[in-house]
């Protein structure tokens, strides 16, 4: 089936679905809340603001607020379209990352976060040169998290921003543009409390939104009880698919290993995150606060997986996407929107600030986070910077701040201009940050491992991530088979035409081409390898799944085990590499830096196979050592609060 050839569609037809002043008043209300939380911030903090209370607000913010920030931070915008899309196409079996994240949360309750958090350090990769005593490995950690997190910027920006220019006058490129000046705006003046109190506001506004397109849409067709019957008999209702089968792209095993990474990687192991729980006053309100944001991101995915449900109830017999009146699946969710809530004035208007909420909230702290890498690693050493007053360096980090957020700017528009391009390369940032965290969970796990196995094994890991990602391409890539669409129910009088032909318009402008889909950003953005994961928006429920090569190779792996292959390959390669060199003795590296439970383990092993002597504690460290040890106690006052800049440079 082919799309429509281009036509003028009539006015009236796009008119209904366009916002009005009311949609335009409550939207443009949360931007004004936004920039207005900024102000405050920079004028409550006016002349005694130093770089710590700028980066984690002085560690005594309260938790309410920081979990709710939390959430935001971390579910994009990208995963309020793309859940309910990847719903919709192919089934509940993706509800079972929901298994995942529960050990997940352990992991960074009981693993991460106690070590972490008791180092009081402010860059997550300050963590590396502590354990591993090796600056040149820190640095290759934060070039990777700023690769990683400047695309990311990129696409968060752009992908909302093509799909929501479909229901309002705003083009992709003045959405962007008002989006991300806003954010670089209030992150500029403002810090993390900014950050932290707008993403209160624009968390709300993502539940608010989920909750009135589920309720109008249910009430609609008869209640969730109708919805649900719905699903059944289009077989969207999957949740325990047993299968061992690393080569379905989504099983109970495969979705559960991807909530675990998801939780580690977004949440554990990612700096937005750890700057949210640095900002709070103990360790035992930050794991706590890991705990909430687990609850809230339940609610919120379920909600937005009931959406999927609901637009697959209302359009069971006659889907948009077939029947061409949207052109990407992404569309589908701002499409029912508007074509359900416009006769509610208001409601639209607050389900796209919603949307652009969830943008705000991803893109400053992204932001923030870059600016904190930046100083704190790259700047804040060296003799230049170190001489500043607490004031300079306070501007000094503010401009990073403005600074980051134009780039985000400039890369979502770049976005719209690459295509594939684009694709590609997040596609191979994304495939850094799995051996990166591989070697952040060496570190806290295998008291062993030394620099050396933690390079090698990272590399390693890397190289295989690259080859997969190649490979993928070069092979084109499968598309998994939707599950059955029908427009039996299309009115015969409907001129589908006019809205193929506004949409495609909208398509043909943006540079992305018609069959990518943010449902492929679904975890937004740090294992994006399955990007490859191509849909023509114009397949027949009727068509034939597309061919593939005979038998599996490591290319077929569903893309739900990327992520965490990259991890255990770099943990599993840095401890054979360490054991074939010189393993790390018992003491030699301060204990404060690693797992409790892993350190007595070592040493019980170590007397076994060793049976001499080791070091107890790092005041028996020869001289050698003798500088991480100073390091670590320099963290330790480095970062007091109210504690003056020139003093602690001294």
């Known amino acids: 089936m082919t799309t429509p050839e281009p036509e003028e569609a009539p006015l009236g037809v796009l008119e209904e679905s366009r916002f009005t002043a009311v949609d335009y008043t409550l939207f443009s209300l949360m931007l004004l809340v936004s920039v207005g939380i900024g102000v405050y911030s920079a004028i409550r903090s006016r002349g005694r603001e130093s ?20 959430l935001g931070g971390v579910i994009s915008a990208i995963s309020m379209l793309g859940n309910p899309t990847e719903v919709y196409l192919y089934g509940t079996q993706i509800a079972g990352n929901l298994v995942g994240l529960v050990p997940g949360c352990i992991v960074i309750h009981q693993l991460i976060l106690p070590i972490f958090y008791n180092l009081k350090i402010i860059s997550l990769t300050q963590y590396i040169e502590m354990r591993y005593k090796s600056r040149p490995l820190r640095l290759l950690a ?20 093509l799909a929501l220019s479909t229901v309002t006058n705003l083009s992709t490129l003045a959405s962007m543009i008002i989006m991300g000046s806003i954010c670089t705006f209030y992150i500029t003046v403002g810090g993390v409390r900014a950050v932290v109190y707008t993403d209160v506001m624009q968390t709300l506004l993502m539940f608010c939104g989920v909750i009135i397109v589920v309720a109008v849409c249910c009430s609609d067709l008869g209640g969730i009880g109708n919805v649900w019957a719905a699903a059944d008999d289009g077989a969207r209702l999957e949740f325990f698919n047993m299968n061992t089968s690393p080569f379905i792209r989504h099983t109970f095993w495969s979705t559960s290993v991807l909530g675990v990474y998801f939780m580690i990687n977004k949440v554990g192991l990612y700096q937005p995150c750890y700057q949210r729980f640095a900002s709070v006053g103990s360790l035992k309100v930050a794991q706590r606060l890991v705990i909430s944001f687990l609850v809230m991101l339940y609610a919120l995915w379920l909600l937005c997986y009931l959406v999927g449900l609901v637009a ?100 979502g528009i770049l976005a719209g201009k690459m295509g594939n391009i684009i694709h590609v390369t997040r596609s191979v940032s994304g495939s850094i940050m799995g051996p990166m965290q591989g070697v952040f969970l060496a570190g806290t796990c295998m008291p062993w491992v030394n620099a050396k196995g933690a390079v090698v094994g990272f590399l390693v890991s890397f190289t295989y991530n690259i080859c997969v990602v190649v490979g993928k391409f070069a092979r084109g890539g499968g598309s998994p088979s939707r599950l059955p669409l029908s427009v039996d129910g299309c009115p015969e009088n409907l001129s589908n035409a006019s809205f193929a032909s506004f949409f495609t318009n909208t398509s043909q402008i943006t540079g992305f081409p018609d069959n990518t889909s943010l449902i492929e950003n679904l975890f937004d953005g740090e294992d994006e390898q399955f990007l490859f994961t191509t849909r023509s928006p ?28 990259g991890i255990v390959i770099t943990m599993v390669v840095s401890s054979l590499v360490s054991l074939c060199t010189k393993p790390l003795a018992p003491g030699e590296v301060d204990e404060k830096l690693m797992s409790p439970s892993c350190v007595k383990l070592h040493r019980a092993v170590w007397r076994v196979f060793k049976g001499g002597k080791f070091l107890t504690s790092p005041n028996d460290q020869p001289d050698n050592e003798a500088s991480l040890t100073m390091l670590y106690h320099h963290t330790q006052t480095e970062y007091k609060p109210n504690a003056q800049h020139d003093e602690t440079m001294k």
């Open 51 to 70: 770089t710590h209370d700028f980066l984690v607000g002085k560690g005594s913010m309260s938790a309410l607020p920081v979990a709710l920030s939390l």
């Open 142 to 161: 934060t070039v990777c998290n700023l690769i990683n997190k400047f695309f990311y910027m990129g696409i968060c920006l752009y992908a909302p921003s």
């Open 312 to 411: 697959y109830a209302t359009y069971k017999d006659c889907d948009p996407i077939t029947s061409g009146r949207v052109q990407k699946p992404d569309q589908i969710l701002p499409y029912l929107v508007m074509e359900k809530l416009t006769r509610m004035p208001g409601l639209p208007g607050v389900f796209v600030a919603a949307v652009y909420g969830g943008v705000l909230s991803s893109l400053s702290s992204c932001g923030n986070s870059i600016a904190c890498l930046i100083w704190e690693d790259f700047l804040k050493h060296r003799p230049y910077f170190a001489r500043m007053s607490n004031n300079a360096a306070t501007n000094v980090v503010k401009l990073l701040s403005a600074l980051a957020g134009l780039s985000g700017i400039f890369l």
């Open 538 to 565: 114009m397949v027949l429920s009727t068509a034939e799944p597309p061919h593939t090569p005979a038998g599996h190779t490591i290319y077929d792996i569903s893309y739900a085990f990327f992520g965490a292959s």
